[in-house]
């Protein structure tokens, strides 16, 4: 059993940068593969990105290449989410997610855990 508590969203202006994070509690945490997802209103939730349990393999969605970063600490139980040049498209609910499977997978089966989402809201 995995729980998942995601901080750092907020309202940001385009063009602007936002970090969240996400702590991991549980007696395995620190193996489990973890990432984001978001939902914007209307829409279906969508990956985001990933990263396995060592740090060293991410997976990220097209529409963040370049512009988000993905990263875990080195007790492997928090994950950062680093959001720059951020667009008005990006306003979404963004989930934590967590699973044993990996990094490269997250955007094709849904992982197990969840936390409970916070809103990320970019201004034109």
């Known amino acids: 059993q995995v729980q998942l508590v995601e901080s750092g969203g907020g309202l940001v202006q385009a063009g602007g940068s936002l970090r969240l994070s996400c702590a991991a509690s549980?007696?395995?945490?620190?193996?489990?593969?973890m990432g984001w997802f978001r939902q914007a209103p209307g829409k279906e939730r969508e990956f985001v990105a990933s990263?396995?349990?060592?740090?060293?393999?991410?997976n990220y969605a097209d529409s963040v290449k370049g512009r988000f970063t993905i990263s875990r600490d080195n007790a492997k139980t928090t994950v950062y989410l680093q959001m720059n040049s951020l667009k008005p498209e990006d306003t979404a609910v963004y989930y934590c997610?967590?699973?044993?499977?990996?990094?490269?997978?997250?955007?094709?089966?849904?992982?197990?855990?969840w936390g409970q989402g916070t809103q990320v809201t970019v201004s034109s």
């Open positions: 990263v396995n349990w060592s740090g060293d393999s991410t």
């Open positions: 549980g007696r395995t945490a620190s193996r489990y593969t």
């Open positions: 997610a967590s699973d044993l499977r990996s990094a490269q997978v997250m955007d094709i089966i849904l992982p197990k855990y």
